[in-house]
């Protein structure tokens, strides 16, 4: 059990000390660290009984029930229901007391609460610095103000207000990753059908560079913030969404772009509950990759025992999960690398036959491997350079999958080039697979089960802070990285 | 019954202002209106039940009960049994409670009594006042001069 105090004297009279704390949602008005709050079931902040429930600017989430409300002796006592931060039986008492030399205010807080081991210190210290010193300062800036600078009560409305903010990287123009920059963004509360999320990891992809570039410019509004994967909290749930709570672990690979950042407020229906063995920086890692691999392999033209399938870039994000998985179905995986140690990496990953190619010369080697004749599928990420040699290096009666473009967008393809071989050509996009809800939820829940049965073992190669995402863009298109990026925010 | 309750900020730790208040028997040292005080029947100055014997500088006599001492709240209560301020059934309770902010004193003192109608306001100004807010004051005084002069608290 541990108890924490700390005590003040606010330059203030009691009544109009008072007056402030006995409001018990008036603290998102005058405390720093509180993002939102609001008071449950529209019972008044007055009301002994009441829950306020509200969420940190640090992405905590709680809830706390007002026990005592005294006018007479200035007190007031509350207790936590629900937090994120493992504070147990958490009550605590707010007293104040009339300093009559001065007419000042004596302000007391005091709690009692008991926290896992080993973490008595950090936690009494967020208490009592973070919360209670913290506090003190902040009432006594905040009745230092003339009346007409405070800030309105936050009302309980549908209609989303900017309310607190958050670190993003920010795009004004197409081109390389120079044109980010790092810079605060507003965060606007949730409204019908949205989240706000605190993300703990967030993913680099492929997609991310094409939308940086402009190859897929139509995906991002400027000035924009890139970004389609990430995991993290629920922070605030907005109106209407059942599916999630505040303090849930989420993750998403899905449009609308936003992801490089550190809070996001977005709609809650492409959002995955997480469960417990998938780590928020699995996750970051593997929510587009591994569903993408999922689609790729299961709902294309789906791999069967002895197919040979060919997968470029085959130690990168998602090649590495098409070689373990496809490997695991029965195929026989061919994959082309543009190094040695990325060989090294495809191998021990279940690519049967890697390739070391840096000029996309890849056919003969693949013909070569199987007997002349060529890969049943073939997952192609590289697009336009590659073209003539895919054509090449595919079976009679094969299926092209074309889902990315990194050597650049296919020139129209002539039909009757694939007439040549019967080769099926599919251009895949894996949103619009995982705009069904029930798609999504089938398509994650396959990711996650094939990480548990250690199918699928996600890599991550690099991780990078949040702020040099252009360091991470450049790593990725140099093609020295391996596996997921990932960005730390 | 009236109440009388007078509060003060002092800017020494709670521990010092108590070494200087804890001794029932000990007004003279710090309290600008007490001259000389002493406890009845040999007792120590911190048994509860106690009683103190002390004059006025203006020349009156009072005798005090301690009533309650605690070194874990910084409080003492004591009650009146002779005065001639023309109070009845008072009690009062002096205490301290730490301002973490500051590493500094938040001093109380407070009263409950009866007396003659009229005498109120009179009788509240002169305690609150003159004996409570004296008193802290006084205690400012002392322990800001003890800080300059180097002595130990």
Known sequence: MIRVTRSTVIDAPIDRVWAVLRDFNSHIDWHPAIAQSEIEHGEKPDQVGCVRAFSLKNGAVLREQLLTLSDDHHVSTYCILDSTIPLKRYVATVRLSPVTDGNRT????????????????????????????????????????????????????????????????????????????????????????????????????????????????????????????????????????????????????????????????????QLVKLPGHISDEVAAAVMLKGMSAEYLLHRIRPVKAGDTVLVHAAAGGVGLLLCQWASRLGAKVIGTVSSESKAQLAADNGCAVPIVTRDYRFADAVLAATDGRGADIVYDGLGKLAFEENLRALALCSHWVSFGQASGAHDAVALERLGTKSIALSRPVLFHYTADPETLRQMSANVFAAIRAGVLQPHIGARFPLAQAAQAHEFLESRASTGAIILEP | MIRVYTSSVIDA???????????????PKWHPLIAESRIENYRKADEVGCVRLFSLKDGGVIREKLLALSDFEYSCTYSILE?????????????????????????????????????????SDSIGQGVFQGGFDALKRLLRDRRYSGRAA
């Not at chain 1, 389609?228 to 922070?235: I, P, Q, R």
């Not at chain 2, 109070?87 to 205490?95: E, I, R």
């Open chain 1, 106 to 269: 004596f302000w007391h807080w005091e709690s009692t609460f008991s926290t896992p081991p080993g973490m008595e210190a950090e936690l009494a210290a967020a208490v009592g610095n973070g919360v209670y010193e913290t506090g003190f300062k902040a009432l006594q800036d905040y009745l230092r103000k003339p009346s007409s600078e405070k800030k309105a009560a936050t009302p309980v409305v549908a209609t989303p207000a900017a309310t607190g903010s958050a670190q993003s990287i920010v795009m004004s123009r197409h081109g390389g990753p120079d044109v980010f920059s790092y810079t605060e963004t507003p965060v606007r509360a949730p409204g019908a059908g949205q989240v706000t999320v605190k993300h703990t990891a967030i993913g680099v992809n492929y997609i991310d560079v094409y939308v940086r570039n402009g190859l897929y410019g139509a995906l991002i509004e400027l000035p924009g913030t890139p970004g389609m994967e990430a995991a993290g909290v629920v922070s605030v749930v907005g109106p209407g969404v059942t599916h999630l709570a505040a303090g849930d672990r989420v993750a998403y690979a899905c449009p609308p772009v936003g992801a490089y950042t550190t809070v996001r407020t977005m709609d809650a229906a």
């Open chain 2, 13 to 27: 730790p709670a521990e010092a202002v108590w070494g200087m208040i804890r001794d029932f028997n000990g007004l």
């Open chain 2, 83 to 123: 005065s001639p301020m023309g109070v009845d059934n008072y009690v009062a309770t002096l205490k301290l409670t730490p301002i973490t902010d500051g590493d500094r004193t938040f001093a109380e003192w407070s009263a409950e009594f009866d007396c003659a109608p009229g005498r109120e306001q009179a009788l």
